[in-house]
């Protein structure tokens, strides 16, 4: 973990031209035209794995953390492939689970990272399906907190089409974000997750189209590119 995690702060480099897209992507993300004033919560997901939305998650946090500044969480909310802690090489215990089950305080699972201005929520001990884990009255308890404490908050989730998780976490943040792997993802699969979204009454602001060209070094189990943003009207 701490070789990622090495990686991860040696790679961000916010003046750079990969920067520049993340605080594209960010702007576009947050500035839509059909969110309130307030809105501070964003959901990334994909259509399947490996698509590179956990990388997106992770850049467009340190992006906001460093961009203004901005106050950001990122909360790792992928309890089927949770990989948040490994990036930046910190413990996963005492995490989202733990919020959601064990009624752990959330201000006592914040961890620190090296980025001024970027907390961590790891997604802590999973010991139930995820999915039935997010049905619990309290996950709504745990965005409405952290909107208190944070000028801005992303959540890594899971792949929409295989898993619901997304969808009932959906209803729980101000907009989505869907990650796209160009030149691997099929067509068919992209707009059925863009249905599965939009029929679950969930705000899918955006499209983030990886994999364009070659930016971004190996680090963890795949290479990450850069991208360009569509914006939905």
Known sequence: MKNEAKNIYKTYDPESPVGTEFRRLLFNLTNSRVLSDNAKSFLITSPSVGEGKSTISTFLAMTGAAHRPRKTL?????????VIHKIFGINQRN????IITSNAKLEDCIKKTRVENLDIITSGKIDRNP???????SVAGIFDAAKFYYDLILVDSAPVV???DPLILGSEVDGMCL????????KEVVNRAADLINQSGARLLGVALNNVKQALPYYYNHKYYGYHYTSRK
Do not use: H, M, N, Y
Not at 74 to 82: E, M, Q, S, T, V
């Open 95 to 98: 995490g989202l689970c733990d």
């Open 179 to 186: 990650v796209i792997k160009a030149g691997a993802t099929q």
């Open 131 to 137: 999915t039935e884990l997010f049905d619990s009255p």
């Open 74 to 82: 990122l909360i790792d909310a992928d309890l089927r492939r949770p």
């Open 162 to 164: 295989p898993v619901t």
